[in-house]
């Protein structure tokens, strides 16, 4: 059974990095592959609640990290996923040098273009999952 | 003991991406750290608390931590009790919004006119507490604190 794959983002708010995560993962989940893809919390995930863990067990989920903690990452790998994706804002900022992004409840125009090509890149990991969920 | 800065409050704020009140927390949150309180507070950062984040773990243990949550789940307030110590005080964005009766507030990526004002009311209570736990003169807080901040 298709299944929506889980995309987690980074939940720090001290950095533009993680609230461009958290755009990133709206635009792939509202604008970008609505049908494919579904934002679930990482703070519920960790703290066990059943239906996050439910939707994430037993399939593949994306993570979207804002800094080298990948705090997003190490909560899915713990969440019983079969396959965690990983897409680092920090590492597609490098990809992007011209972009200066600020801000963290309200992006720069630069924070929201680089949210874009984070999605962007998401949306290839999403298309190319199985979309397969050993749960169904 | 570590060399630890001057008394200050951490506020964990949650991160509950899929639902509006998450974002309502977050941007009270920064409301106080970067307006109403800079200097009294900082923030303890969530996922990196539940990563194992050993400074905001230590931080939360010698100092006193306000959880903002935003449903009855409190992912903030169990965490920080869970990993450090229980919460000097809590905060529900939806018990909030109840008694100050507000509207649609929007969705998690935007919020409504609502619901900045619900998170200008949720940044006004945690600057309250803020205050009460450091033993402060109340500042109050600026009116119309809620809406297009930022």
Do not use: W
Not at chain 2, 30 to 57: I, M, N, Q, S
Not at chain 2, 74 to 80: E, F, G, M, P, V
């Amino acid at each position: 059974m298709k299944r929506k794959i889980p995309v987690v983002p980074c939940s720090g708010i001290g950095k533009s990095l993680g609230a461009a995560a958290r755009e990133a993962a709206y635009i792939l989940a509202e604008d970008l592959r609505p049908d494919k893809a579904k934002v679930v919390a990482l703070s519920l995930l960790v703290m066990g609640d059943e239906d996050a863990r439910r939707e994430v067990a037993g399939g593949e989920a994306v993570a979207i990290d804002g800094c080298q903690l990948e705090c997003a990452t190490k909560g899915l790998a713990c969440s019983g996923a079969t396959k965690v994706h990983k897409v680092a804002v920090f590492d597609v900022v490098r990809r992007h040098r011209g972009l200066k992004p600020e801000g963290v409840c309200d992006l720069n125009e630069d924070g929201l273009k680089l949210a874009r090509a984070t999605a962007d890149e998401a949306a290839k990991i999403v298309d190319n999952s199985s979309g397969e969920s050993n749960n169904a | 003991m570590p060399d630890l800065p001057r008394k200050k409050v951490g506020l964990i704020s949650c991160s509950g991406e899929e639902m509006p009140e998450g974002t309502v927390t977050r941007r009270a949150v920064r409301r106080v750290l970067d307006t109403l309180r800079p200097d009294d507070t900082v923030t303890l950062c969530l996922p990196l608390f539940l990563a194992g984040g050993e400074g905001e773990r230590a931080f939360a243990r010698y100092y006193p931590t306000i959880a903002v949550d935003g449903c009855d789940k409190r992912c903030a307030a169990l965490a920080t009790e869970k990993y450090s110590a229980k919460p000097a005080a809590s905060i529900i964005v939806t018990e909030i919004a109840k008694k100050c009766g507000c509207g649609q507030i929007g969705t998690a990526r935007r919020l409504s006119a609502e619901g900045l004002r619900l998170a200008g009311e949720v940044a006004g209570k945690i600057a309250a507490k803020t205050d009460r736990l450091l033993k402060k003169k109340p500042k109050g807080v600026p009116r119309g604190v809620g809406g297009g901040e930022r």
